[in-house]
Structures are given as C-alpha cells and as structure tokens.
C-alpha cells in the first residue's frame, strides 16, 4: 500500500471534500512548525508559541543563556525550512564514557570526540553548536564543519561526554560518535611531516643558491665567481640527493612498469642539469644551473603538496553512508534480562538486543520476541512498513515503527545487508572517466613529442652549449603537471562537492556522461510527488455523533504512515479533547481496531480500490471512507524549468494512471506528448532504449530496469540497495532539486576541464616554442612550471564550486 500502487489505481479525483477552512497558521517560535491541538488553543496574543515542550525548553534555554542571536542569524539566513521540533530521547549517552568507547572513539587523552549531527542546516547553528562552551560547563572548546555536519568537541580534563550529548539532542541536534582512526591518521601526518621537511629544505637551500647567483649574473668573475660557484653545488646537494627523491622513486616506477609519467622529464632535467653543471664547474665554465634546478625542485614539491593536502581532505560519498546505522544498541542480558547501553562495535553474533518504537536497528537479525512494523525505505524504498514477528529477518540501517522487539544478531558491520551497500559505493568511485583517459593518453604522448624536441633542439641550436641550455629550459617548462593532474583534480573536487549535497556518485566517469545527457525521463511518484500520503477525500455514509473525534483518537495510537495522514487530516477541524481509547490493535497487513466511546471502529482497505481508499467501520457497519493520494512537491515545476534551461527534454513516464501523469504534467509544464502512463517496468525500459542519451530519474524496485538502461540511472531518496545496484547516483534528498544541482555539477566540472586542457596545451605550446629560440631561460622555466600547475589547480577548484543563483 504504498502511495505509487494506491494512486496508480485511484478512481477518484484529487481534491479535498468537507475540510476545514485554511487560516493563517500560528507557527513555531523555535522551529517555525505549525501549532496545533491544546499548544495553539492554550497561546496568548502577543506570546512566542510553541509546537511542543521540547521547543518551548530550548527556547527558554537559549534566552537565559544570552543566546537569543540564534533566532536573528537564522531569520538572516532563511532556514527555516531544515528545523523541525525538538523531540528528546530517553538515552543517556553514558556508554561515551566508557573506557572501552573512549579509546577507539577519543582522542588528546580522551577529552576530544567527533560527532555527526543531525539537524544541522544553516549558519545559526553553526553558531549554536561553537556556543556549547556557554551553554555546558563540561565543554572547553567546540568546532563545526557545517558541510559534513560534523562536530568537534573537547571537554575538560576530569569531565564526561554524557551531559554534552544530551544537550546537543536538547538542541535540536542529535550525536553520533564517529570512529576515529588514529593509526591511518598519524601515518598520514608522518608522511605530511616528510614532505614538509623536504620542502623546507629546498627552500631553504634554493634560497641561498639563488641569493649567490645574483652577483654572478650581473657580471661577477674571478675567484670569488669559481667560489660562489661551488658554494652553489654544496647548497645544492640536499636538494639533489635528498629532497628530489620523491621524483625519483615515481620515475623508477615509472621505467619499471614500462609507462610514461610526468616526473621523467623531471628527473630527467634534474640529472642531465646537475651532470651538465658540475662538468661544467670542473671544466671551469661559466654555464650552472645549480639555481634553476634547486627553485625547481622547491616550487615543485610545494605544488605537489598542496593538491596532496587537497585530495586528502576531501570529501567522499562513503562518509555520508556510515551514519546511516546507529552506533550505539541496547543489548539483552542473558541471565538476568536487563537491558543495557552498548556500543555496537562491543555486540557480538547471538547477542540479543532490544530495538524500541522510533529506533533503528544497529544490527542484521532474526525476531526473537515482539511484533511490529519495520520501515525499510532505506534499502527497499517501500513507504508502507512491513510486518514482522518472530522467526523474520530484520536489517540493520531500517527503522522500528510499532513495538519493542528483541532481536538476535546474525551480522555485524561491513558484513550487514547496508555494510555491503557500501562497499558498492567504494568500488564504484575507482571508474575512471574518458575524458581522463584521454589526458593520461594525450600526457603520454605531450611526454614523448617534448623529448624527441628537445633531442633536435639540441642539435638544430648555434652551439651544443646553448643547444643543451634551450632543451634543458624546454623540458623544465613543458612538464604536463597541470594537464595530468588538473582533470583528475577537479573531478574529485565535484564528487566531494556532490557528497556534501547529499548526492552519491558511484564512479567520476558519471559526471562525463551527465554533460552529454539530451532528455531526463521523471517517474511520477516520489520524484515530482511528495510520495507520502495525503487525504484526497473524507466521506461518511451515516451521520453519527463523535465520528471525527473517534477516529482520530484510534488512529493516534498508529504509527502507520496512512494513520498520520488521517490524523494530520482531522487535527485542525476539532475543537474538543480527543476521547480515551481501550482495547487498540494494530492488525498487522490489515488495518487498525480500538474502542472509544462505548463503540468499536475499525479501518481497513477497501479492496476494490487497492487500497487507495480506507472504509471506517463503526461496530462493523461501514459509517465512512477516506481516500488517499500523493501531491507534487511546491519546487517541481521551477525544476523542471531549470531542466529545459540546461538543454534537456523532460519527459514523465510513470506506472500512475492517465489522468494522475497528465494533471501533473499540465502543472510543471511538460507537453502530454512527452508523457506515458500506465507503465510497467518493461514498458519502461523499452522507452529508455527508444530515446538514447537520457537520464532516468526514479525510485524504488519498479524503476530497476529503467535505471539500468539509461545512459545515466538517478535513484532518488528511499531505495538505496536498489539504487547502488541498477543506478549510477543514489540522492539522500528527495525531490528535483538535487537533480538540478547534479546536472549543475556535470556541467560545470566538464567545462572546467575543457578550460584547463585549452589552457595547458597553449601555455605548454608557448613555452616550449619560446625555450627552443632561447627566450626562456631554466631559471625562469623553472618559475614558471609550477606557476601554471597552480593555475589550472586554482581553476579546477573554482571553477567545481561555483554555485548558479
């Protein structure tokens, strides 16, 4: 009974009958959520207004520790839209504190922790998060990353992490400790610290080498010229035999592969200038290049770092998916039964743990105990929970929706069902594009053309000595560091970027083919809809006194997603307290029962509608009906404008009915001629392969063989195991919009790269010409090589993160 099978078959059309007028709602001081039941019939004119008591404690919170601003930066800001109430769980947090946690998630003597936020939107709580020192005694220092919504946090000494999470919850924002690997992160450092001295070295000493060819080249001779001479090749030598060793293992492994690489014709110049200059200084003439070879080592290091330090930091897909599991399980104690806080690294295989309403599940595993519903939309993309009960296999990642369970551990971390899912997304992200193919290639090639050159620059030039200068300068500015690495560069930095808009790339190749896209076939459901319930029409077949009241109340117990619409429905149309309920139940599959009233009601389908429409059965006599569908979403059209702007034709092709797809279509814009309805996954596929070059936007099992079709497959927000196997990008946001922002990315990240190429074949095309007539000397190539590295990584950065407004 999801929304794309009820409204597929829905007979009736979409509008609201016998609903309550709409007023100007009262809204959330802190969370701008609209107030509803005895908090709106309770607020006083003139009185900030609350939707609960969460939000009404924080706010009290926030005012009387002078933190007030918070209101007014995110009014500035207009982000509204990510808060929503303030809803506080009953976990203590107290397993941060554990010693055994704390070593594997601590850090700094075990006083500093990360954490993942949830909640966490706008530049308010940015500055909400860094005001924790105010706000708990326990805290000495807090930093957020906004983009990956992680939190920083140092206690201090003597102090626990327990009452910090419980107030970061308080706030809004609920933690989740995050594994840090010290080992992998201190053999990064080491490694940065070699470098580092490295670049210190040849700094220091190209410096000083540069400083005595000063003199030289405004005419000094002499003793004193044969001494700075030498002087220069002592100072030269920690650079030769020490900080150039990088480039000389990459070239070895180069030879020894039998591949071409850029740092050939680095070290390449660096031996045969060093070989050149010290024959020349025992030979006794002027010709050292000492200078230029040490600056060029010095700038090279010094580029090659910072892209190092750039790839290190950043962001991948695979960061994102890891907090989809909760790090934290109530384990059942065998013997005694009592249930206690655990980290779930601490869980092992037979472990019983128990799993509340509202929860995730840490772990795979067998029902040992209890019934309930179980959200999987995460890994199947069904909305309608499933029922489950002793002997069913449950799954880590999805969410508890009824009653307790108690459940046996079957499988644990990278060996769950979602552990898996994620190991697609790591390997995925190792595909190459063409077009970086094609600059490895075409560097390959740039590498051999610049040696036979500089062969026959040699050779062609007025003497061997100026023919030798001339190559050695050709070779040092023709380097293709900026061709190599510019288009690598920039695709990480739009898959990073991607990541932090909630959009997973399986693999760089993606972003290539996102460029060359020509139509973007939309499903319906849950992609232009808002793929939730909504009641289309209330209807009673016999008046009766308390009808509204009664159901509302027994439909309050449910958690099931078509209770909530029923329940959001009638909300705001009664005035009078809902009455008790005794003897509910949930019938798992079928509906719901409970007695208010004196008098039993029951709901469940109506089976000649599919169930797209509920009957009401007061003591068993149908008294009413409710009717539900699916509504687009408020941006969809302004999306699909933004489509076309980008070349694209959109086309809807949906397994709804024709009178569902052709309303939606006249709304958004998009011509009945592009539109077809009543597919089936077949049906779908066929049109993919009917219309090449498109990119197929859809969600869940029935869009599997679509998604895999299309030149370019995009799942939106539900289906992830489905999404990661038949699709090429998986969107942990529902709606257009992301899809707008990709096929942004896709063109911005192939137009910088088409620019850096330009620019790096001119630039190497007017270097080399300038060296081999003598107009570049090796000093000055050796300023300038690095130079147009910086460019294109300045280019290819820039040029990823621009935004279009």
């Known amino acids: 009974m999801n929304p794309k099978a009820l409204s597929r078959h829905n007979l009736f059309p979409a509008r609201r009958l016998n609903a309550a007028p709409r007023h100007q709602p009262l809204l959330c001081t802190h969370c701008a959520t609209e107030v509803a039941g005895t908090e709106k019939s309770s607020h006083a004119p003139d009185e900030p207004a609350f939707c609960c008591l969460g939000c009404r404690t924080v706010y009290s919170l926030l005012n009387s520790s002078g933190l007030e601003r918070y209101y007014a930066l995110r009014s500035q800001t207009g982000s509204f839209s990510g808060s ?196 020349h200084l025992l030979s006794g003439t002027d010709h050292v290049y000492f200078d230029s070879l040490a600056a060029l080592v010095f700038l090279l290091l010094s580029s090659r770092f910072v892209l190092r330090r750039i790839q290190q930091n950043a962001f991948h897909s695979s960061h994102l998916l890891q907090f989809l599991s909760p790090s934290v399980a109530k384990r059942v104690d065998a013997s005694s039964g009592e249930i206690m806080e655990v980290p779930v690294n601490t869980l092992k295989i037979g472990n019983v743990i128990a799993v509340e309403p509202a929860e995730a599940l840490p772990a795979d595993g067998i029902v040992q105990d209890g019934s309930s519903a179980i959200n999987c939309a995460l890994l199947t993309g069904e909305s309608v929970p499933n029922a489950v009960g002793a002997g069913d296999a449950v799954f880590s ?67 061997l000595s100026e023919g030798f200068t001339r190559a050695l300068a050709m070779v040092i500015v023709t380097c293709p560091c900026a061709l190599a690495l510019a288009t690598p560069l920039a695709m990480s930095a739009s898959l990073g970027r991607a990541a932090r808009a909630g959009i997973l790339i399986k693999g760089a190749d993606v972003l290539e083919k996102i460029s060359q896209a020509e139509n973007i076939v939309l499903d319906k459901t849950g992609t232009l809809t808002v793929g939730q319930f909504e009641v289309l029409d209330f209807s009673q077949v016999q008046p009766l006194e308390n009808f509204k009241e009664t159901l509302c109340a027994i439909e309050s117990k449910s ?114 001629s592009q539109t077809m309805a009543c597919t089936d996954p077949e049906s779908k596929q066929r049109f993919i392969e009917a219309h090449e070059r498109s990119i197929m936007v859809g969600d869940g099992a029935n869009d599997a063989l679509a998604l895999s ?44 790269i088409h620019r850096n190429f330009a620019f790096s074949l001119l630039y190497n095309l007017a270097g080399g010409m300038a060296a081999a007539t003598g107009h570049v000397t090796p000093l ?26």
């Open 397 to 463: 990642g999805t969410v508890n929706e009824a009653s307790t369970l108690h459940i046996k551990v079957t499988a644990l971390g990278a060996q769950t069902r979602l552990g898996q899912i994620l190991l697609q997304i790591e390997s995925g992200s190792l595909k190459k594009a063409q077009i970086v193919t094609l600059a490895d290639k075409t560097t390959k090639w740039f590498l051999a053309a610049v040696f036979i050159a500089a062969a026959a620059v040699i050779f062609l030039a007025p003497s």
């Open 84 to 279: 929503k109430p303030v809803t506080v769980s009953s976990e203590t947090y107290r397993y941060l504190d554990d010693t055994e946690f704390k070593k594997k998630y601590a850090r700094e003597d075990a006083t500093s922790m990360d954490f993942y936020l949830e909640g966490v939107h706008c530049a308010a709580c940015l500055w909400l998060v860094e005001k924790l020192p105010t706000l708990v005694a326990e805290v000495e220092a807090a930093t957020l990353d906004i983009g990956r919504s992680i939190a920083k946090i140092r206690i201090k000494p003597n102090c626990t992490f327990a009452p910090v999470a419980r107030t970061l919850e308080g706030l809004g924002y609920k933690p989740h400790a995050i594994e840090h690997n010290e080992q992998a992160e201190l053999l990064q450092k080491k490694e940065n610290r070699s470098w580092l001295i490295r670049i210190g070295v040849a700094g220091a000493c190209a410096g000083n080498v540069m400083l005595l060819a000063v003199p030289l080249y405004s005419g000094l001779d002499g003793q004193l010229a044969a001494d700075f001479r030498w002087l220069s090749l002592f100072l030269f030598l920690p650079v030769l035999f020490y900080s150039a060793v990088p480039f000389y293992k990459s070239a070895w492994a180069s030879l020894h592969s039998k591949t071409m690489s850029i740092d050939l014709p680095i070290v390449l110049a660096i031996i045969l200038g060093s070989g050149a200059s010290i024959a």
């Open 559 to 672: 958690k099931h997603p078509i209770a909530k619409a029923i329940v959001a429905f009638l909300k705001p149309q009664l005035e009078a307290e809902l009455p008790a309920v005794t003897g509910f139940k949930e019938l798992l599959g079928t509906g719901v029962e409970g007695t208010a009233h004196g008098r039993k009601l029951t709901l469940q389908p109506l089976r000649e509608f599919r169930g797209t429409a509920v009957g009401i059965y007061w003591d068993e006599a149908l008294a009413g009906e409710v009717h539900l569908g699916d509504r687009l979403r408020p941006d969809t059209a302004q999306c699909i404008e933004a489509l076309k702007r980008f070349g694209l034709n959109p086309y809807i092709v949906s397994g709804d009915n024709h009178g569902a797809v052709e309303n939606a279509a006249a709304q958004i814009g998009i011509p009945l």
């Open 780 to 805: 000055f190539a050796a300023l300038l090589m690095p130079l147009s590295a910086f460019t294109v990584f300045g280019s290819s950065l820039i040029g990823t993160r621009r935004r279009q407004t």
């Open 709 to 752: 079709t299309a030149f370019v497959g995009v799942a939106v927000h539900g289906s992830m195991e489905v999404s990661l196997r038949a699709a090429d990008v998986y969107l942990t946001r529902p709606g257009l919009r992301p899809v707008v922002e990709l096929i942004r990315i896709g063109r911005e990240t192939m137009h910088t």
